[in-house]
């Protein structure tokens, strides 16, 4: 892994207040191709992206969010497509399709700083209330949205941390001792 | 009693969604997360009838906008969390006491 690679994990971050400042329909192109090498399970890719640049879209999608602080210029929905599941025989308890949601976000909001855009995910929204905003079909399941734009120069800082851990703290090495 | 009319009736729909959508996703949602909202509606609505309250509330209202936001941020202090929320308390019956007719006897 490149220096590159490692440096755009470590320095991304969630950013919950946005500029003005448009994205551009190239960049947004970039992320969503970047977001088609995320790992799937089984390959399967039952995750379809619907990206919503409309202002007053936009401004009804956030009314029904309370977890969207951004007032981002553009916002990528991911949805889980049930003909997918159902053509593959995937349960909508499937595990994979969860992993898969956030291999594709991951994905997104590392494609986002890699070009130097903003991005921050949100998934305290009204899934009912987005159907009926978006006329989503009966099949799509809206799972996420990744707010993308420009930080603001003045921004709300993220949520502290519950406490402070590093990697260590996350990890165990080779087999638990016996009980 | 200050009779001024300070919400207009598409912000009063904006502040209906968010408390209704808000009440739907707190029951998938970790149950701290239920203040967030309400303090995410007070700045909302804060911010919304700012600029035709009165004298009474303005400051107050104000403050709201500005500090509820760091105020978010404090979760994972449950003090620190908890003794903001006591100063905005303090604060709103402040608030209410300018609006009340008790101050005007005392």
């Given at each position: 892994?490149?220096?590159?690679?490692?440096?755009?994990?470590?320095?991304?971050?969630?950013?919950?207040?946005?500029?003005d400042?448009?994205?551009?329909?190239?960049?947004?192109?970039?992320?969503?191709?970047?977001?088609?090498?995320?790992?799937?399970?089984?390959?399967?890719?039952?995750?379809?992206y619907?990206?919503?640049?409309?202002?007053?879209?936009?401004?009804l999608?956030r009314?029904?969010?309370?977890?969207?602080?951004?007032?981002?210029?553009?916002l990528?929905?991911?949805?889980?497509?049930?003909?997918?599941?159902?053509?593959?025989?995937?349960?909508?308890?499937?595990?994979?399709?969860?992993i898969?949601?956030?291999?594709?976000a991951?994905?997104?909001?590392?494609?986002?700083?890699?070009?130097?855009?903003?991005?921050?995910?949100?998934?305290?929204?009204?899934?009912?209330?987005?159907?009926?905003?978006?006329?989503?079909?009966?099949?799509?399941?809206?799972?996420?949205?990744?707010?993308?734009?420009?930080?603001?120069?003045?921004?709300?800082?993220?949520?502290?941390?519950?406490?402070?851990?590093t990697?260590?703290?996350?990890?165990?090495?080779?087999?638990?001792?016996?009980? | 009693?200050?009779?001024?009319?300070?919400?207009?009736?598409?912000?009063?729909?904006?502040?209906?969604?968010?408390?209704i959508?808000?009440?739907?996703?707190?029951?998938?949602?970790?149950?701290?997360?239920?203040?967030?909202r309400?303090?995410?509606?007070?700045?909302?609505?804060?911010?919304?009838?700012?600029?035709?309250?009165?004298?009474?509330?303005?400051?107050?209202?104000?403050a709201?906008?500005?500090?509820?936001?760091?105020?978010?941020?404090?979760?994972?202090?449950?003090?620190?969390?908890?003794?903001?929320?006591?100063a905005?308390?303090?604060?709103?019956a402040?608030?209410?006491?300018?609006?009340?007719?008790?101050?005007?006897k005392?």
């Amino acid at each position: 892994m490149s220096d590159a690679v490692l440096n755009n994990i470590r320095s991304r971050r969630v950013v919950r207040e946005m500029s003005d400042a448009p994205v551009s329909r190239e960049q947004l192109e970039t992320i969503l191709e970047a977001a088609r090498w995320a790992p799937s399970g089984g390959n399967l890719r039952p995750i379809r992206y619907i990206v919503i640049e409309d202002a007053e879209t936009r401004r009804l999608i956030r009314l029904v969010a309370p977890g969207m602080f951004q007032h981002a210029p553009a916002l990528i929905l991911l949805c889980l497509n049930e003909e997918v599941m159902i053509e593959h025989s995937l349960p909508p308890s499937d595990r994979a399709l969860l992993i898969d949601i956030g291999t594709a976000a991951q994905t997104i909001m590392l494609a986002a700083h890699g070009i130097g855009l903003a991005s921050g995910p949100v998934t305290s929204y009204s899934k009912e209330a987005v159907r009926v905003i978006l006329n989503l079909p009966d099949s799509y399941s809206p799972e996420m949205f990744i707010c993308i734009g420009h930080k603001a120069e003045s921004t709300r800082r993220g949520m502290k941390a519950w406490k402070k851990i590093t990697w260590r703290d996350l990890t165990h090495w080779e087999r638990f001792p016996p009980p | 009693m200050n009779e001024n009319w300070v919400l207009k009736e598409d912000e009063a729909v904006e502040l209906l969604a968010l408390l209704i959508t808000s009440a739907r996703i707190q029951l998938d949602e970790p149950a701290h997360y239920g203040p967030l909202r309400l303090l995410t509606a007070s700045e909302r609505l804060s911010g919304m009838i700012l600029e035709r309250a009165s004298g009474k509330s303005r400051d107050f209202l104000q403050a709201n906008v500005e500090r509820i936001p760091e105020l978010h941020m404090r979760m994972s202090d449950v003090d620190a969390y908890a003794a903001g929320l006591d100063a905005l308390c303090r604060e709103v019956a402040e608030c209410l006491l300018r609006h009340s007719s008790l101050e005007e006897k005392t």
